[in-house]
């Protein structure tokens, strides 16, 4: 199945609605979404749209709802699950921790990054692929969609949704400075780089930069996640090494 034929049902849709499911579904591999109808997928972003167009600063949006199935009955029938919230490290494998626990079976994850402009009422006024900021203020957020097999009654769809709230409690206080660590390894990488080429045809000590320049920017591409950062000062040499920490220069769990 293809994003296109997804996509054709939205075509006379509002502008600001298209632009987030080109968004949405541009930010999905094919096998996230190639085993629903397009209908199926359809409803899935309508639904998606209502819960998440209206999210304030650090709010999680979460709600979950039971879907009838093509045939009756509990086997047949799924929970259906969204998560909105900043884009934050650890939200995947947290959430479907939390599922395990309830001994349910995930049977579609969807997860796109969507980069959202917001007004302040928290209402979407802009949205784009992940990364994308055509508009100041605009900021990556995660739109996930989860769906477990079996339908599970009101009383405990609430119980879910307080419980997953919890743990997304949990994964901005540990992230809450994901962004910056982030910008500070480029400022890392962007210092050493400027030195290696300074370093260019000089005999030195520094050969090794392009490892460590190469090294740091795979942890800065996604491939690691980043708790915490902390900026020192050294003074004297040898013997008289010594080291303290510079104030205001600590970030996430330090």
């Given at each position: 199945?293809?994003?296109?034929?997804?996509?054709?049902?939205?075509?006379?849709s509002?502008?600001?609605f298209?632009?987030?499911?080109?968004?949405?579904?541009?930010?999905?591999?094919?096998?996230?979404?190639?085993?629903?109808?397009?209908?199926?997928?359809?409803?899935?972003?309508?639904?998606?749209?209502e819960?998440?167009?209206?999210?304030?600063?650090?709010?999680?949006?979460?709600?979950?709802?039971?879907?009838?199935?093509?045939?009756?009955?509990?086997?047949?029938?799924?929970?259906?699950?969204?998560?909105?919230?900043?884009?934050?490290?650890?939200?995947?494998?947290?959430?479907?921790?939390?599922?395990?626990t309830?001994?349910?079976?995930?049977?579609?994850?969807?997860?796109?990054?969507?980069?959202?402009v917001?007004?302040?009422?928290?209402?979407?006024?802009?949205?784009g692929?992940?990364?994308?900021?055509?508009?100041?203020?605009?900021?990556?957020?995660s739109?996930?969609?989860?769906?477990?097999?079996?339908?599970?009654?009101?009383?405990?769809?609430?119980?879910l949704?307080?419980?997953?709230?919890?743990?997304m409690?949990?994964?901005?206080?540990?992230?809450?400075?994901w962004?910056k660590?982030?910008?500070?390894?480029k400022?890392a990488?962007?210092?050493?780089?400027a030195?290696?080429?300074?370093?260019?045809?000089?005999?030195?000590?520094?050969?090794?930069?392009?490892?460590?320049?190469?090294?740091?920017?795979?942890?800065?591409?996604?491939?690691?996640?980043?708790?915490?950062?902390?900026?020192?000062?050294?003074?004297?040499?040898?013997?008289?090494?010594?080291?303290?920490?510079?104030?205001?220069?600590?970030?996430?769990?330090?």
């Amino acid at each position: 199945m293809s994003r296109e034929k997804i996509l054709k049902k939205f075509q006379n849709s509002n502008a600001l609605f298209k632009d987030f499911t080109n968004a949405f579904m541009g930010g999905l591999q094919v096998e996230e979404f190639d085993e629903h109808a397009p209908e199926v997928i359809a409803t899935m972003l309508e639904e998606a749209w209502e819960v998440g167009k209206k999210r304030s600063g650090s709010d999680v949006v979460i709600e979950a709802k039971v879907v009838a199935g093509a045939k009756k009955g509990w086997l047949h029938e799924k929970t259906r699950l969204f998560v909105i919230s900043p884009d934050r490290a650890f939200i995947i494998d947290s959430i479907t921790a939390a599922l395990h626990t309830r001994n349910l079976t995930i049977r579609t994850l969807m997860h796109p990054v969507l980069s959202v402009v917001r007004d302040g009422k928290g209402n979407v006024t802009s949205v784009g692929p992940r990364d994308a900021k055509p508009e100041k203020g605009a900021e990556n957020e995660s739109w996930l969609i989860v769906e477990v097999r079996g339908a599970v009654g009101a009383a405990q769809c609430r119980e879910l949704e307080k419980q997953l709230s919890a743990v997304m409690v949990d994964v901005l206080a540990a992230t809450h400075d994901w962004q910056k660590m982030r910008e500070e390894l480029k400022r890392a990488i962007s210092e050493m780089d400027a030195h290696r080429h300074h370093k260019i045809g000089k005999k030195s000590s520094h050969d090794s930069l392009d490892e460590y320049v190469a090294f740091l920017q795979y942890l800065h591409d996604n491939n690691f996640t980043l708790l915490g950062y902390r900026e020192y000062e050294f003074t004297g040499t040898d013997a008289n090494l010594g080291s303290k920490i510079v104030k205001g220069k600590s970030l996430g769990l330090f």
